[in-house]
Protein backbone atom coordinates (compact mmCIF):
# COMPACT_ATOMS: atom_id res chain seq x y z
CA UNK A 1 0.00 0.00 0.00
CA UNK A 2 1.37 3.74 -1.33
CA UNK A 3 2.03 5.80 1.84
CA UNK A 4 2.42 9.62 1.78
CA UNK A 5 5.52 10.11 0.54
CA UNK A 6 8.71 12.17 2.30
CA UNK A 7 9.17 15.59 1.39
CA UNK A 8 12.44 15.65 -0.65
CA UNK A 9 14.17 19.48 0.39
CA UNK A 10 17.77 20.12 -1.10
CA UNK A 11 20.07 22.36 -0.70
CA UNK A 12 20.79 25.33 -3.32
CA UNK A 13 23.69 26.98 -2.55
CA UNK A 14 23.98 28.60 -6.13
CA UNK A 15 21.67 29.33 -9.28
CA UNK A 16 23.69 26.24 -10.94
CA UNK A 17 23.14 23.87 -7.57
CA UNK A 18 18.86 24.87 -7.45
CA UNK A 19 18.47 23.61 -10.86
CA UNK A 20 20.49 20.19 -10.40
CA UNK A 21 18.03 19.78 -7.40
CA UNK A 22 14.96 20.63 -9.47
CA UNK A 23 15.97 18.81 -11.97
CA UNK A 24 16.79 15.80 -10.17
CA UNK A 25 13.53 15.62 -7.97
CA UNK A 26 13.92 18.04 -5.30
CA UNK A 27 10.38 18.78 -3.76
CA UNK A 28 11.67 21.78 -2.61
CA UNK A 29 14.79 23.69 -2.11
CA UNK A 30 16.46 26.24 0.94
CA UNK A 31 18.78 29.07 0.11
CA UNK A 32 19.79 31.86 1.48
CA UNK A 33 20.61 35.66 0.43
CA UNK A 34 24.40 36.56 -0.29
CA UNK A 35 24.97 37.99 3.59
CA UNK A 36 25.11 37.25 7.14
CA UNK A 37 21.21 36.22 7.08
CA UNK A 38 21.82 33.03 6.36
CA UNK A 39 23.84 30.22 7.73
CA UNK A 40 26.25 29.53 5.11
CA UNK A 41 27.51 33.36 4.44
CA UNK A 42 30.81 32.16 2.38
CA UNK A 43 32.03 33.87 -0.93
CA UNK A 44 30.99 32.60 -3.92
CA UNK A 45 27.42 30.96 -2.73
CA UNK A 46 24.00 31.93 -2.16
CA UNK A 47 21.85 34.34 -4.15
CA UNK A 48 21.20 37.99 -4.44
CA UNK A 49 17.36 39.51 -5.25
CA UNK A 50 17.64 38.71 -9.13
CA UNK A 51 18.86 35.05 -9.05
CA UNK A 52 16.46 34.17 -6.14
CA UNK A 53 13.67 35.33 -8.75
CA UNK A 54 14.99 33.35 -11.76
CA UNK A 55 15.67 30.95 -9.34
CA UNK A 56 11.88 30.66 -8.11
CA UNK A 57 10.43 30.90 -11.66
CA UNK A 58 12.62 27.77 -12.13
CA UNK A 59 11.70 26.12 -9.52
CA UNK A 60 7.96 26.95 -9.53
CA UNK A 61 7.78 26.38 -13.14
CA UNK A 62 8.47 22.51 -12.65
CA UNK A 63 6.51 21.90 -9.19
CA UNK A 64 9.29 22.54 -6.75
CA UNK A 65 9.10 24.73 -3.58
CA UNK A 66 11.95 27.31 -2.42
CA UNK A 67 12.57 28.51 1.51
CA UNK A 68 14.50 31.28 2.10
CA UNK A 69 17.12 31.08 5.03
CA UNK A 70 16.93 33.71 7.19
CA UNK A 71 18.48 31.87 10.34
CA UNK A 72 20.97 33.70 11.76
CA UNK A 73 20.24 35.94 14.83
CA UNK A 74 20.57 40.02 14.46
CA UNK A 75 23.16 41.87 15.95
CA UNK A 76 21.86 44.27 18.80
CA UNK A 77 20.74 47.01 17.96
CA UNK A 78 21.52 46.46 14.07
CA UNK A 79 17.65 44.56 12.81
CA UNK A 80 17.96 46.20 9.83
CA UNK A 81 19.60 43.66 6.93
CA UNK A 82 17.44 40.29 8.45
CA UNK A 83 14.12 42.19 8.34
CA UNK A 84 15.01 43.41 5.01
CA UNK A 85 15.83 39.99 4.09
CA UNK A 86 12.27 38.76 5.46
CA UNK A 87 10.94 41.37 3.16
CA UNK A 88 12.58 40.36 0.07
CA UNK A 89 11.87 36.36 0.14
CA UNK A 90 8.15 37.47 0.97
CA UNK A 91 7.78 40.12 -1.97
CA UNK A 92 9.05 38.11 -4.45
CA UNK A 93 7.06 35.12 -3.65
CA UNK A 94 9.38 32.60 -1.26
CA UNK A 95 7.10 29.54 -0.58
CA UNK A 96 8.55 29.65 3.38
CA UNK A 97 10.84 31.48 5.06
CA UNK A 98 13.27 29.47 7.34
CA UNK A 99 13.84 31.65 10.82
CA UNK A 100 15.23 30.90 14.29
CA UNK A 101 15.24 34.39 15.86
CA UNK A 102 12.11 35.16 18.07
CA UNK A 103 12.30 38.87 17.18
CA UNK A 104 12.30 38.36 13.40
CA UNK A 105 9.56 35.53 13.84
CA UNK A 106 7.51 38.15 15.43
CA UNK A 107 8.41 40.82 12.71
CA UNK A 108 7.39 38.42 9.89
CA UNK A 109 4.22 37.06 11.76
CA UNK A 110 2.97 40.86 12.21
CA UNK A 111 3.84 41.93 8.64
CA UNK A 112 3.54 38.45 6.74
CA UNK A 113 0.77 36.60 8.52
CA UNK A 114 0.41 34.37 5.22
CA UNK A 115 4.19 33.36 5.33
CA UNK A 116 4.82 29.72 5.71
CA UNK A 117 7.27 30.00 8.74
CA UNK A 118 9.65 27.26 9.69
CA UNK A 119 11.45 27.33 12.90
CA UNK A 120 15.50 26.67 11.84
CA UNK A 121 17.55 23.88 13.27
CA UNK A 122 19.17 27.34 14.90
CA UNK A 123 16.43 27.25 17.57
CA UNK A 124 17.34 23.90 18.91
CA UNK A 125 13.48 23.24 19.45
CA UNK A 126 13.51 19.25 20.69
CA UNK A 127 11.14 19.04 23.03
CA UNK A 128 7.11 19.57 22.72
CA UNK A 129 6.95 22.80 24.92
CA UNK A 130 9.56 24.58 22.76
CA UNK A 131 7.44 23.69 19.45
CA UNK A 132 4.25 24.48 21.09
CA UNK A 133 5.20 27.39 21.58
CA UNK A 134 6.75 28.32 18.50
CA UNK A 135 3.68 27.27 17.04
CA UNK A 136 1.05 28.84 19.25
CA UNK A 137 3.06 32.20 19.41
CA UNK A 138 4.24 32.37 15.89
CA UNK A 139 2.23 29.89 14.03
CA UNK A 140 4.85 27.61 13.26
CA UNK A 141 4.21 25.11 10.53
CA UNK A 142 7.24 23.03 10.45
CA UNK A 143 10.40 22.60 13.18
CA UNK A 144 13.68 21.33 11.84
CA UNK A 145 14.32 19.42 14.51
CA UNK A 146 17.89 19.37 15.93
CA UNK A 147 19.83 16.20 15.50
CA UNK A 148 19.97 15.28 19.43
CA UNK A 149 17.09 12.59 18.40
CA UNK A 150 15.76 9.09 18.24
CA UNK A 151 13.55 7.68 16.11
CA UNK A 152 11.37 6.79 19.28
CA UNK A 153 11.39 10.17 20.82
CA UNK A 154 10.62 11.31 17.25
CA UNK A 155 7.58 9.55 16.89
CA UNK A 156 6.32 10.75 20.60
CA UNK A 157 7.14 14.67 19.38
CA UNK A 158 4.90 13.70 15.91
CA UNK A 159 2.08 11.76 18.19
CA UNK A 160 1.66 15.05 20.32
CA UNK A 161 2.21 18.70 18.06
CA UNK A 162 0.35 19.38 14.75
CA UNK A 163 3.17 21.10 13.84
CA UNK A 164 4.69 19.20 10.67
CA UNK A 165 8.72 18.00 11.48
CA UNK A 166 11.62 17.95 9.16
CA UNK A 167 14.68 15.57 10.13
CA UNK A 168 18.52 15.69 8.70
CA UNK A 169 18.83 12.86 6.36
CA UNK A 170 22.22 13.28 4.50
CA UNK A 171 25.27 15.03 5.10
CA UNK A 172 27.71 17.24 6.96
CA UNK A 173 27.23 16.19 10.89
CA UNK A 174 27.48 19.56 13.58
CA UNK A 175 28.35 17.86 16.54
CA UNK A 176 27.48 21.14 18.64
CA UNK A 177 24.17 22.43 19.98
CA UNK A 178 22.75 24.37 16.61
CA UNK A 179 22.60 27.78 17.57
CA UNK A 180 25.25 27.60 20.75
CA UNK A 181 28.32 26.89 18.71
CA UNK A 182 31.25 29.24 20.37
CA UNK A 183 34.16 27.23 19.13
CA UNK A 184 34.65 29.00 15.60
CA UNK A 185 34.02 32.44 17.00
CA UNK A 186 36.65 31.95 19.77
CA UNK A 187 39.47 31.58 17.23
CA UNK A 188 38.27 33.48 14.24
CA UNK A 189 35.90 36.04 15.82
CA UNK A 190 33.33 35.15 13.32
CA UNK A 191 30.10 33.62 14.75
CA UNK A 192 28.27 30.68 12.82
CA UNK A 193 25.02 31.69 15.43
CA UNK A 194 25.58 35.57 13.98
CA UNK A 195 27.44 35.95 10.84
CA UNK A 196 26.81 32.94 9.24
CA UNK A 197 30.05 31.30 9.37
CA UNK A 198 31.88 28.30 10.46
CA UNK A 199 35.97 28.25 10.47
CA UNK A 200 35.57 30.52 7.63
CA UNK A 201 38.37 30.21 4.19
CA UNK A 202 39.97 33.19 5.64
CA UNK A 203 41.02 31.30 8.71
CA UNK A 204 42.11 28.33 7.01
CA UNK A 205 45.77 26.92 6.32
CA UNK A 206 46.92 23.91 4.80
CA UNK A 207 50.87 22.79 5.17
CA UNK A 208 52.56 20.54 4.06
CA UNK A 209 55.69 19.18 5.85
CA UNK A 210 57.88 16.54 5.14
CA UNK A 211 55.18 13.39 4.66
CA UNK A 212 52.62 15.61 6.61
CA UNK A 213 49.47 17.44 5.94
CA UNK A 214 49.21 19.93 8.65
CA UNK A 215 45.80 21.75 8.58
CA UNK A 216 45.33 25.26 10.77
CA UNK A 217 42.07 27.60 11.68
CA UNK A 218 43.97 30.51 12.68
CA UNK A 219 46.68 30.01 15.18
CA UNK A 220 44.94 26.40 16.16
CA UNK A 221 46.72 23.24 14.32
CA UNK A 222 43.82 21.51 14.07
CA UNK A 223 44.74 17.80 12.33
CA UNK A 224 47.92 16.35 11.06
CA UNK A 225 47.41 13.89 8.25
CA UNK A 226 49.55 11.43 6.72
CA UNK A 227 50.50 10.87 2.90
CA UNK A 228 47.09 9.01 1.76
CA UNK A 229 45.39 9.96 4.48
CA UNK A 230 41.60 12.11 3.49
CA UNK A 231 42.35 15.20 4.88
CA UNK A 232 39.23 16.90 6.24
CA UNK A 233 38.20 21.01 6.38
CA UNK A 234 39.64 22.23 9.72
CA UNK A 235 36.38 22.80 11.84
CA UNK A 236 37.15 22.44 15.45
CA UNK A 237 34.86 20.30 16.52
CA UNK A 238 36.21 17.64 14.20
CA UNK A 239 40.10 18.10 14.66
CA UNK A 240 42.47 15.65 16.14
CA UNK A 241 44.17 16.75 19.05
CA UNK A 242 46.53 15.38 21.98
CA UNK A 243 45.22 14.64 25.46
CA UNK A 244 47.40 12.21 27.69
CA UNK A 245 49.98 11.96 24.75
CA UNK A 246 47.47 10.22 22.56
CA UNK A 247 46.52 12.45 19.28
CA UNK A 248 42.13 11.19 18.68
CA UNK A 249 39.33 13.16 17.81
CA UNK A 250 37.87 14.29 21.05
CA UNK A 251 34.17 15.52 20.03
CA UNK A 252 33.53 13.98 16.65
CA UNK A 253 34.87 12.16 14.32
CA UNK A 254 34.72 13.18 10.62
CA UNK A 255 31.86 11.35 9.01
CA UNK A 256 28.12 11.88 7.27
CA UNK A 257 25.27 11.43 8.46
CA UNK A 258 23.20 9.17 5.94
CA UNK A 259 19.62 7.49 6.72
CA UNK A 260 18.60 6.05 3.80
CA UNK A 261 17.77 2.72 4.74
CA UNK A 262 15.88 4.51 7.61
CA UNK A 263 13.08 5.93 5.58
CA UNK A 264 10.42 3.45 6.25
CA UNK A 265 11.19 3.79 10.18
CA UNK A 266 11.08 7.73 9.63
CA UNK A 267 7.93 7.79 7.79
CA UNK A 268 6.23 5.50 10.36
CA UNK A 269 7.78 8.21 13.39
CA UNK A 270 5.54 10.55 11.08
CA UNK A 271 8.53 12.51 9.72
CA UNK A 272 7.39 15.23 6.98
CA UNK A 273 10.26 16.18 5.49
CA UNK A 274 13.67 14.67 4.85
CA UNK A 275 16.87 17.65 4.84
CA UNK A 276 20.03 16.91 2.57
CA UNK A 277 23.16 18.86 3.96
CA UNK A 278 25.06 20.89 1.16
CA UNK A 279 24.73 24.07 0.77
CA UNK A 280 28.57 24.36 0.41
CA UNK A 281 28.98 21.54 -2.49
CA UNK A 282 28.96 21.67 -6.22
CA UNK A 283 25.95 20.90 -9.01
CA UNK A 284 27.43 17.39 -9.26
CA UNK A 285 26.94 16.35 -5.54
CA UNK A 286 23.50 17.96 -5.46
CA UNK A 287 22.52 15.42 -8.10
CA UNK A 288 23.97 12.58 -7.49
CA UNK A 289 22.69 12.64 -3.90
CA UNK A 290 19.27 14.71 -4.64
CA UNK A 291 18.35 11.51 -7.45
CA UNK A 292 19.52 8.75 -5.27
CA UNK A 293 17.06 9.68 -2.40
CA UNK A 294 13.97 10.62 -4.92
CA UNK A 295 14.66 7.33 -5.77
CA UNK A 296 14.77 6.08 -2.10
CA UNK A 297 11.72 7.58 -1.14
CA UNK A 298 9.54 6.79 -4.29
CA UNK A 299 10.68 3.45 -3.33
CA UNK A 300 9.80 3.57 0.33
CA UNK A 301 5.95 5.15 -0.25
CA UNK A 302 5.18 2.39 -2.44
CA UNK A 303 5.95 -0.07 0.31
CA UNK A 304 9.75 -1.73 -1.69
CA UNK A 305 12.44 -2.30 -0.40
CA UNK A 306 14.86 0.93 -0.65
CA UNK A 307 17.65 1.28 -2.86
CA UNK A 308 20.78 1.46 -1.24
CA UNK A 309 23.02 3.49 -4.08
CA UNK A 310 26.77 3.65 -2.78
CA UNK A 311 27.47 7.40 -1.46
CA UNK A 312 30.70 6.53 0.15
CA UNK A 313 32.19 8.74 -2.42
CA UNK A 314 30.63 11.94 -1.51
CA UNK A 315 30.50 11.15 2.52
CA UNK A 316 33.11 13.24 4.92
CA UNK A 317 36.03 10.87 5.83
CA UNK A 318 34.25 8.41 3.46
CA UNK A 319 32.39 7.24 5.92
CA UNK A 320 28.59 7.58 6.94
CA UNK A 321 26.41 6.86 10.18
CA UNK A 322 23.07 6.71 11.29
CA UNK A 323 23.68 9.17 14.13
CA UNK A 324 21.70 9.63 17.06
CA UNK A 325 18.31 8.02 15.14
CA UNK A 326 19.45 4.72 16.44
CA UNK A 327 21.02 5.50 19.52
CA UNK A 328 21.82 2.67 21.94
CA UNK A 329 22.89 4.52 24.81
CA UNK A 330 21.46 7.32 27.30
Not at 69 to 97: H, M
Not at 293 to 309: I, K, L, M, T, Y
Request: hydrophobic content about 40%.
Amino acid sequence: MSQRPLELVCPAGTPAALRAAVDAGADAVYLGFRDETNARNFPGLNFDRTELQEGLTYAHDRGCKVSVAVNTFPAAGNPGPWRSAVDAAADLGADAIILADIGLLDYTTRHYPEMRRHLSVQASASNIEAIRFYHEAFGVKRVVLPRVLTLAEIAALNAQTPVETQVFAFGGMCVMAEGRCALSSYVTGRSPNMDGVCSPASHVHFQQEGNKLVSRLGEFTVNVFLDGEPAGYPTLCKGRFITEGRASYLFEEPTSLNVIDMLPQLMAAGVTALKIEGRQRGRAYVAQVVAAFRHAVDAASRGEAVPQPDLAALTEGLRDTSGVYSKTWQ
